[in-house]
């Protein structure tokens, strides 16, 4: 069974650090580009960050680029997020997805909260 399980969310205060992590299962994960995407309440879910399947090629959103760090360890099926100075902005679900684009699996989610 094709699998994505994300952990490592939590409450995390502004200017913070917090580090997601993905744990992929049931297919050959160092074959696929992985995408980090969030969905904050009330909005769309937006892409945060994404890395190739030999980790050369990374994109980040705008608005967390310079802040955020994605890495991958294929040899653990992993991907991670290395949330550094977050925003209250950044409150919202994370998603772990297979693919740089057209997801076509997802995580069920991790809640991070954004708060003093």
């Known amino acids: 069974q094709e699998q994505l399980v994300e952990s490592g969310g939590g409450l995390v205060q502004p200017g913070g650090s917090l580090t997601l992590s993905c744990t992929a299962s049931?297919?050959?994960?160092?074959?696929?580009?992985m995408s980090w995407y969030r969905q904050a309440p009330g909005k769309q879910r937006e892409l945060v960050a994404q890395?190739?399947?030999?980790?050369?090629?990374?994109n980040y959103a705008e608005s967390v680029k310079d802040r955020f760090i994605i890495s991958r360890d294929n040899t653990k099926n992993t991907v991670a997020l290395q949330m550094d100075n977050v925003k209250s902005e950044g409150t919202a679900v994370y998603y772990c997805g297979r693919k740089w684009n057209k997801i076509d699996l997802w995580g069920q989610g991790t809640q991070v909260t954004v708060s003093s």
């Open positions: 890395i190739s399947h030999d980790g050369r090629e990374i």
């Open positions: 049931g297919f050959s994960f160092n074959r696929y580009g």
